[in-house]
T-cell receptor
């Protein structure tokens, strides 16, 4: 079993829908990252969380440390949000290394 | 300020050939990383460096070598290319909040 599990693996939705992507982890962590990988391959960091909730534009990330679970939400989704969304955790024992989820491929249809 | 640059963007190698993937950052950060991403899979850490002259193995170091003679440069060397090394290679830098990724090098070993 992977230490970082994402669900769903693939998600197709219509423009305007509210999107939720989930990330569960089994190790103690000091931080959790959400990243976006564009269809062209480029990777962009979206959020780093150690507790609570963060919001940037239409993106909201939450984390529940007790349940070892994080969610990434996209409100009013748009075709340009189509990408792979990746969850990665920084384990409590490492300052440098991230443990990566396999990613969720999101397609937003117009 | 270009961030992280990688060269080449794409390369085809024959089995047994060697090559160096170049990575340069201009943000004067100490921490740098090399990842590989196989199709449909998450990123796997190959090597990382916490500063000039200091490198360490990640999750999948076999078949690779690195050096860090300067803060800016972190080249990845493949000595005897194998088909299993066909992948997309990402260099990243940063610590704490965010890792910044290069655009990737797509490598095909035939």
């Amino acid at each position: 079993k992977n230490e970082v599990e994402q669900s769903p693996q693939n998600l197709t939705a219509q423009e305007g829908e509210f999107i939720t992507i989930n990330c569960s982890y089994s190790v103690g962590i000091s931080a959790l990252h959400w990243l976006q990988q564009h269809p062209g391959g480029g990777i962009v960091s979206l959020f780093m969380l150690s507790s609570g909730k963060k919001k940037h534009g239409r993106l909201i990330a939450t984390i529940n440390i007790q349940e070892k679970h994080s969610s990434l939400h996209i409100t009013a989704s748009h075709p340009r949000d189509s990408a792979v969304y990746i969850c990665a955790v920084r384990s409590g024992s490492s300052n440098y290394q991230l443990i990566w989820g396999a990613g969720t491929k999101l397609i937003i249809k117009p | 300020n270009a961030g992280v640059t990688q060269t080449p963007k794409f390369r085809i190698l024959k089995i047994g050939q060697s090559m160096t993937l170049q990575c340069t950052q201009d943000m004067n950060h100490n921490y740098m990383y090399w990842y590989r991403q196989d199709p449909g899979m998450g990123l796997k850490l190959i090597y990382y460096s916490v500063g000039a002259g200091i490198t360490d193995k990640g999750e999948v170091p076999n078949g690779y070598n690195v050096s860090r003679s300067t803060t800016e440069d972190f080249p990845l060397r493949l000595e005897l290319a194998a088909p299993s090394q066909t992948s997309v290679y990402f260099c990243a830098e940063g610590q704490g909040e965010t890792q910044y990724f290069g655009p990737g090098t797509r490598l095909l070993v035939l």
